[in-house]
Nanobody, 126 residues
Framework: QVQLVESGGGLVQAGGSLRLSCTAS????????VGWFRQAPGKEREFVAA????????FYADSVKGRFTISRESAKNTVNLQMNSLKPEDTAAYYC???????????????????WGQGTQVTVSS
């Protein structure tokens, strides 16, 4: 039911930073778990980061730990993904996804989510 729009992608040099935002159409977004996934050409979609509805549990893929931070701006119906120390291998289309209200299981899996955004492209040059 909730509509999601990603923004903030772009072209950046290795070592640079980008902040992606996922903005929802309704405030129930703030009581849903949210995940970020990415997919590069020729590769399968992979989990990047997730935050549960309470914000008390956060998960990161090993490949982004220490570099990426997921956070909520509830007043703006928004979840952000701050990406620092970007590497060429981070190049991908990035998607945010929201799960059912008050759900909190299997957040590293795509099937935990029932709404997906259109994606935003991140390109990191070497």
């Amino acid at each position: 039911q909730v509509q999601l729009v990603e923004s903030g992608g772009g072209l950046v040099q290795a070592g640079g930073s980008l902040r992606l935002s996922c903005t929802a159409s309704e405030r129930t977004f703030n009581s849903r778990p949210v995940g970020w996934f990415r997919q590069a050409p020729g590769k399968e979609r992979e989990f990047v980061a997730a935050i549960n509805w309470s914000g008390g549990s956060i998960f990161y893929a090993d490949s982004v730990k220490g570099r990426f931070t997921i956070s909520r701006e509830s007043a703006k119906n928004t979840v952000n993904l701050q990406m620092n120390s970007l590497k060429p291998e981070d190049t991908a289309a990035y998607y945010c996804a929201a799960g059912p209200q008050y759900s909190s299981t299997r957040l590293t899996r795509g099937d935990a989510y029932n709404n997906w955004g259109q994606g935003t492209q991140v390109t990191v040059s070497s």
